[in-house]
Structures are given as structure tokens and as C-alpha cells.
């Protein structure tokens, strides 16, 4: 999946939790991202926000601390 694809999909979902108080709006992107989005998924969401989250909307970034990190691929 694309870059642009991920970072379009988690600004969609902090679209809609932007409505809520703002950490009611972290929690619940981070238990939608967490429950919802495979670790591949995941795993490219992070690269984004560790090549500091350009693209992405700040409650994506302030969710970023409540996303499980997904383990490294291991090499096959």
C-alpha cells in the first residue's frame, strides 16, 4: 500500500475524532488503528510518523504513542 494511501486512510479516521474532546479523539483513533489496521499497515504508518509525520494530521502524531508498534519484519 502506498504512503500517500496509509496517510490518507489515518487523516480520515482523525477527521471524524477530531469532532471529539481531544483525548477521547486520540483514544479512540489509536483503538481503531489498533483493532482495525493490520501490522503491515501499522508498520508503514510508523514509517511515516518516525520520518516525522509529514502529511499526517497532529492527532494522528498525538495518537502515535497509543498505536501498538507492529515487531520489525525478520528477514526469510
Known amino acids: ?3 500517500d494511501k496509509i496517510a490518507r486512510m ?8 477530531e469532532s471529539k474532546p481531544h483525548a477521547e479523539g486520540v483514544a479512540l483513533l489509536a483503538s481503531h488503528i489498533n483493532d482495525f ?3 503491515r499497515m ?7 510518523i518516525d520520518a516525522g509525520g509529514e502529511g ?3 492527532l ?13 519484519e525478520q528477514a526469510a
Open 56 to 58: 499526517l494530521r497532529p
Open 1 to 3: 500500500m502506498s504512503a
Open 60 to 72: 494522528v502524531m498525538d495518537a502515535a504513542g497509543a498505536i501498538r508498534r507492529p515487531a520489525a
Open 42 to 48: 501499522r508498520r508503514q504508518l510508523f514509517q511515516l
Open 10 to 17: 489515518a487523516n480520515d479516521i482523525s477527521k471524524f475524532m
Open 37 to 39: 489496521w493490520e501490522p
